[in-house]
């Protein structure tokens, strides 16, 4: 069914040569508002949250060194018992416990990582996930079912798929940003917009550069003032959708008229919520000085200017995935992240930003008790955590179980298309109702799968 917004565009088309749209581009613009996925007004319930930052983990962590003790695995160190004759994508030998020492935190005592002391403070507002499991054990397969809901490169993101249904709260800058210092696997794929319209693909940018000017290049123009730039704006933008009137339903020009509007609008509002050193000393040694700490503090600036995901990607390519020397690994991976996150956190809910932002931290998959060759673990699909806080979560909580070795999830299952399911209702969207027509079949993030985690909602 086409929505009552396409009908009013195809109206406006007729109107003045397609003069009546410059109109509407400018409402939609200043309200925010989405293409409807359908006639629906959206959200369809009063969210709990209204914005997300993921942090991705890309490799795929380890949650017997984080988040899921076993201290069973000392007991059959070495060995191969009939519950871990399990396929891995690699050959593993036999179980390897953990050497990290666990602490209970928080009121709720939930269990954390010795490597991540300034985490665990924050226990009592977050809820671990252990029992999360997905469908492939490959990088690529894995990164798009958990980026995509699927496991080949050809549907929207996840972030694509909130902008698509709520729009952004900022009509200066996109709905949804990428922070990475490079590429993952699969790359640009992961945050694409797919079949959707283009004005929801995720913009990415490379946190290995630390300026504004260098992190968006070429969106200043040097050679002439605001002023004149809104003139030649007004009149490339009359001439443009005089252009798209005469086209019909034209989404890739419709995608380059609405880009080249926003890059005008970001070089005033870009300049300065990109700008971290706007942020007091202070502030910015809270945070640490890495590339992932940088990030982390980007991700709270764009937050507070309305953007409705950010997604920040940790390292270049998939630093998590410790195939070899797993132990030594694993520490400097925790305690680099530990200092960023926890202080975002406490970040967030000093700026009563966190009632109304969803944080969520993870990886593709996890990695086994198992050891591969002898000081790695090889890839896990089948039994791992993932954390999520804040806007509507129930902290303090542990939700499901693996088994005794932390190969299997074994209760309270947790599927990606669930995970999934569980964002969207925070944000306020019934993951069912959330469609997009394409090719003659109505396509949704989750597919035709997904339930929400009620036990970890608030």
């Not at 993101?157 to 590429?183: A, F, H, K, V």
Request: proline residues 6%; hydrophobic residues 35%; neutral net charge.
């Amino acid at each position: 069914m086409s929505s009552p917004l396409l009908s009013r565009r195809s109206m406006l088309q007729t109107v003045g040569g397609g003069f009546g749209m410059l109109g509407l581009s400018s409402l939609l613009a200043e309200s925010g508002v989405a293409y409807a996925a359908n006639s629906q007004t959206l959200p369809h319930f009063p969210p709990k949250a209204k914005r997300v930052i993921y942090l991705f983990m890309s490799g795929g962590p380890s949650q017997i060194d984080t988040f899921d003790p076993k201290p069973g695995l000392a007991k059959y160190e070495g060995q191969r018992p009939e519950g871990v004759d399990i396929r891995t994508e690699r050959k593993t030998n036999g179980l390897a416990a953990s050497p990290v020492k666990f602490t209970p935190a928080g009121e709720s005592g939930i269990p954390f990582s010795e490597f991540l002391p300034k985490l665990s403070k924050h226990a009592d507002e977050m809820a671990i996930v252990r029992s999360m499991h997905t469908d492939f054990p490959n990088h690529a397969p894995a990164l798009c079912m958990m980026n995509l809901g699927t496991l080949t490169p050809t549907r929207p993101s996840l972030g694509s798929w909130l902008t698509y249904g709520l729009g952004s709260e900022n009509r200066d800058l996109p709905g949804y940003l990428t922070l990475c210092p490079g590429n993952p696997v699969v790359g640009p794929k992961l945050w694409g917009n797919a079949f959707l319209p283009g004005k929801f693909q995720g913009t990415y940018i490379d946190t290995t550069r630390t300026t504004p000017d260098a992190m968006i290049p070429h969106l200043r123009n040097s050679t002439i003032s605001a002023s004149e730039q809104k003139r030649q704006l007004e009149l490339m933008s009359a001439i443009n959708h005089q252009h798209l009137a005469s086209r019909g339903d034209d989404r890739n020009l419709e995608t380059r008229i609405n880009a080249m509007e926003l890059a005008y609008r970001m070089q005033f509002e870009a300049m300065e919520a990109f700008d971290v050193t706007k942020e007091p000393q202070s502030v910015r040694e809270a945070y640490g000085s890495s590339s992932f700490a940088q990030s982390c503090l980007l991700a709270r600036r764009l937050t507070e200017h309305g953007v409705r995901m950010v997604q920040i990607y940790y390292g270049n390519g998939q630093p998590w995935d410790t195939h070899s020397n797993h132990h030594n690994q694993n520490e400097k991976l925790c305690r680099d992240i530990d200092q960023p996150i926890a202080q975002l956190l406490t970040d967030l809910k000093q700026r009563g930003l966190l009632d109304e932002t969803l944080v969520v931290w993870g990886g593709e998959f996890g990695r086994t008790p198992t050891l591969e060759g002898g000081s790695g673990r090889d890839h896990n699909p089948y039994g791992f955590t993932m954390w999520l806080a804040g806007g509507g979560i129930k902290g303090g909580t542990i939700h499901g179980a693996t088994d005794e070795f932390g190969f299997r999830a074994v209760h309270d299952k947790v599927h990606v298309h669930d995970l999934h399911a569980t964002i969207l209702h925070l944000m306020g969207i019934n993951h069912e109702k959330l469609t997009y027509r394409y090719s003659g079949r109505d396509f949704r993030l989750t597919d035709v799968h997904g339930r929400v985690v009620t036990n970890i909602v608030a």
